[in-house]
């Protein structure tokens, strides 16, 4: 029986397809500050946190029943650690202490830290013209998102930092590891929103000091981040993560701030600048035009592990 080779061609609808199905993802988180300040009781994040994460685990894990095998329970909790557990609670305490400029700038950067995890641990070669068009996404995200007088908080500084780089690498050890043989992706997502949400739970009465307020806006808002926000965009996230490379998966996420501060410019009538709207254009053109550079493969072979 002869194999037919493959018409390079065809792959290209399925790749523009699987990104365009990625970028949904920080699409939907972009709408996540909306939601929050509209819907949601005040000074509650881990208590959000949590509410995202573990209904859209229990129903992913209704759609795709199962267990990781014994070799990849401590995978997927290291993935649930890094992916939610911990980027969950630095997200929201980088948010609550620094300028919304300053922790979308930090958070963007995600794919100059892929980068050097790729150099540092030689998963894959990364070509100079990504390392421009990730830059140029992250001061696209400064001119959209920074406004005021800058003031800068060393524990929210640190928290942003860190929520980046833990997000970063869980993208790239999402790719690296891929799925256990014969298991569906969903469950494998599944896993990661549960282990995160168990994590964050602990630190609801640490942090949140908030009234427990739960009226039909709430429900509406709670609903929305677990459903969509949660099962639905990780879903989506994790599935371009593993097929598309890492760089131009991160690049995406430079998605989120800018559909936030066009959301706060449509639906709260918060004014745009011109310089926001150079911005805006800027981290359009990096997040896209990353999308079409190609990873080189690692210096040492195959046997280091995919990167496409």
């Not at 948010?95 to 980068?115: D, E």
């Not at 993560?241 to 410019?265: D, E, F, H, K």
């Not at 690692?298 to 990167?307: D, K, N, S, Y």
Request: a positive charge; glycine letters at 12%.
């Amino acid at each position: 029986m002869q194999t037919q080779p493959v018409d390079a061609r065809r792959l290209l609808p399925s790749t523009l397809g699987l990104t365009a199905a990625s970028a949904l993802a920080p699409i939907l988180w972009g709408t996540t500050y909306l939601v929050t300040t509209e819907l949601l009781p005040p000074d509650r994040p881990m208590t959000a946190s949590v509410l995202r994460a573990v209904p859209a685990g229990l129903l992913l894990l209704l759609i795709a029943p199962g267990i990781p095998s014994k070799g990849w329970r401590l995978k997927t909790a290291a993935l649930g650690l890094l992916n939610i557990g911990l980027f969950f609670p630095m997200l929201f305490v980088a948010a609550y202490r620094l300028p919304g400029g300053i922790a979308a700038v930090v958070g963007s950067a995600q794919p100059l830290v892929i980068v050097a995890i790729s150099v540092i641990f030689g998963w894959g070669r990364t070509r100079p013209i990504q390392v421009g068009w990730a830059a140029m996404a992250v001061v696209g995200v400064a001119l959209t998102a920074v406004s005021g007088t800058i003031r800068l908080d060393a524990i929210g500084l640190a928290a942003a930092v860190i929520g980046a780089v833990s997000m970063a690498t869980g993208v790239a050890l999402t790719k690296r590891w891929g799925v256990p043989p014969h298991t569906s992706p969903l469950n494998s997502t599944a896993w990661q929103l549960l282990v995160g949400g168990i994590v964050i739970t602990p630190l609801i009465p640490i942090v949140d000091d908030g009234p427990w307020a739960i009226d039909i806006k709430a429900v509406v808002g709670y609903a929305w981040l677990a459903l969509v926000g949660g099962a639905l965009a990780y879903s989506l996230w994790f599935r371009g993560a593993r097929a598309l490379p890492t760089t131009n998966v991160t690049l995406l996420g430079v998605l989120s701030p800018v559909t936030a501060a066009v959301i706060g410019w449509v639906v709260l009538g918060q004014n745009m600048t011109g310089i926001q709207c150079i911005g805006f254009g800027i981290a359009l053109i990096g997040s896209i035009a990353g999308q079409f550079v190609t990873t080189r493969p690692p210096r040492h072979g195959p046997e280091a592990g995919p990167t496409e």
